[in-house]
């Protein structure tokens, strides 16, 4: 069982930075895989950034690839996404996912989800 809470979102301008965070409790959080996701208003979620259990391995959506850092620290249970040369389109809410013995973008598979934070970024 994994509980996970992100936080650090919040309003910024266009090429403005921001760090979410992602703290987790339970006792496999250094066994999952951690995936960020984000949902537009009126959108469907779509895949941002996932880090593998070890943090050896990282995969970025295309829209997003540069710019974001996905990380975590399995000693202090938690993940991280830097996000850079914010802009408009990045405007969700974002949510940490965990999942084990996954590696992929679909949602779905991920069994653990926090409760998502807002990011807006303005023009």
């Known amino acids: 069982q994994v509980q996970l809470v992100e936080s650090g979102g919040g309003l910024v301008q266009a090429g403005g930075s921001l760090r979410l965070s992602c703290a987790a409790s339970?006792?496999?959080?250094?066994?999952?895989?951690v995936g960020w996701f984000r949902q537009p208003s009126g959108k469907e979620r779509e895949f941002v950034a996932a880090?593998?259990?070890?943090?050896?391995?990282?995969n970025y959506a295309d829209s997003v690839k540069g710019r974001f850092t996905i990380s975590r620290d399995n000693a202090k249970k938690m993940g991280y996404l830097q996000m850079n040369s914010l802009k408009p389109e990045d405007t969700a809410v974002y949510y940490c996912?965990?999942?084990?013995?996954?590696?992929?973008?679909?949602?779905?598979?991920?069994?653990?989800w926090g409760q998502g934070t807002q990011v807006t970024v303005s023009s």
């Open positions: 880090i593998t259990a070890s943090g050896g391995a990282t």
């Open positions: 339970g006792r496999t959080f250094g066994s999952s895989t």
């Open positions: 996912a965990a999942g084990i013995a996954v590696w992929t973008v679909e949602a779905g598979r991920y069994r653990y």
